[in-house]
């Protein structure tokens, strides 16, 4: 017997309309690609038939605790240098892979908590990058691994990988991405490009949008 642990990216959908449902699978199949998708009251397994012919990862809660569900980890941050500034909390409930993001590399540590400092990403054999903060002037990523990023990135930060990236906040510095899709809500002074073409900022109004390419990007609501 064997028991490993780990960390995946969750949809929890609810959904009484089977077509409604279907819809939503074509519109994202996409995006919805390497999550798992968690089906609440679906009762007669209709869902979960759609997700298989789809091969997408899927499961059933209808009869289970959903507090069984939620995982909450605590993130601090502290800065190496001795001006330390005051220790802050992130809680998630979204079970993700994350990262560490720092100008100098760590000594080696235990795994947790997780220290979140300046600048370029530590080189590790990680999925997901994720930063819960804004990123300043100088600050620079530069991975191979999909990027997830909650804050601002201002004027002066830079953002590049070949997997997928998500930007939940304003783009003032420089985003490009390479992998199969951008996930955009607003462009300020900076630029975005994906796939080698730059996404035009007018054609965003706030609310994500979701970026692939086929031979010319295309931007769709989410």
């Known amino acids: 017997m064997k028991v490993k642990q780990k960390s995946v990216r969750v949809f929890e959908i609810e959904c009484e309309s089977l077509p409604e449902f279907e819809a939503y699978l074509d519109k994202n199949s996409v995006l919805l690609n390497g999550f798992l998708l968690l089906l609440k009251g679906d009762a ?32 601090t941050a502290a800065l190496p240098q001795p001006d330390v500034t005051p220790k802050q909390e992130v809680k998630t409930q979204m079970p993700i892979v994350e990262a560490v993001v720092k100008k100098q590399t ?23 990058v994720v930063v819960v903060k804004n990123l300043r002037s100088g600050e620079d990523i530069n991975t191979d691994a999909d990027v997830m990023i909650t804050g601002r990135i201002n004027s002066g930060a830079k953002v590049k990988t070949n997997g997928n990236a998500t930007i939940l906040d304003v783009v003032d510095g420089d985003v490009e991405a390479w992998g199969e899709y951008l996930v955009i809500k607003s462009i300020g002074k900076g630029t975005v490009s994906f796939r080698g073409a730059r996404v035009d900022k007018e054609l965003l109004n706030g609310k994500a949008k979701l970026v692939t390419f086929d031979g010319k990007l295309s931007l769709k609501d989410i």
């Open 106 to 128: 760590p000594k080696p540590q235990a795994p947790l908590p997780l220290e979140i400092g300046k600048a370029e990403v530590v080189k590790e054999p990680i999925k997901t």
């Open 44 to 75: 007669k397994g209709s869902f979960a038939k759609e997700c298989k012919k789809r091969k997408l990862c899927h499961a059933s809660v209808g009869e289970c605790d959903e507090s069984t569900l939620v995982v909450k980890k605590e993130v």
